[in-house]
């Protein structure tokens, strides 16, 4: 499936206040590429696609149950990375917050 770089930087520029909503709509198209047959929790991803995809797991187990639930989930052991993904995307108040957890 070939993704229209006109779709991405509309859903980028309509999403400006929900960069959460953005990263999970990219999320779902890169989660269903052709060519991605590796398997394992973080691999077959280049790393703008493993940080949006750190930071979505954070804030989905962060918004559920908060930081408890997110660090006693398997998605906890990989806080670090999921800081610099944080920060990486810009999302400075997550990376704060998520800094101030660890």
């Known amino acids: 499936m070939k993704i229209n770089p006109g779709y991405v930087a509309r859903l980028l520029a309509a999403s400006e206040k929900d960069a959460v909503g953005a ?3 990219l999320a779902c198209l890169w989660s269903t ?7 394992g929790e973080l691999t077959g991803l280049s790393p703008s696609e493993l940080a949006a995809h750190l930071a979505l797991w954070y804030t989905g187990d962060v918004g559920n149950g908060g930081h408890v639930q ?13 800081l610099a993904g944080l920060e990486k995307l810009g999302l400075e108040g997550a990376a704060k917050i998520l ?3 660890v």
């Open 23 to 25: 990263l999970a709509e």
């Open 33 to 39: 590429r052709a060519g991605r047959n590796e398997t």
């Open 70 to 82: 997110y660090f006693m989930n398997p998605m906890g052991y990989y806080a670090h990375e999921t």
């Open 99 to 101: 800094g101030d957890a």
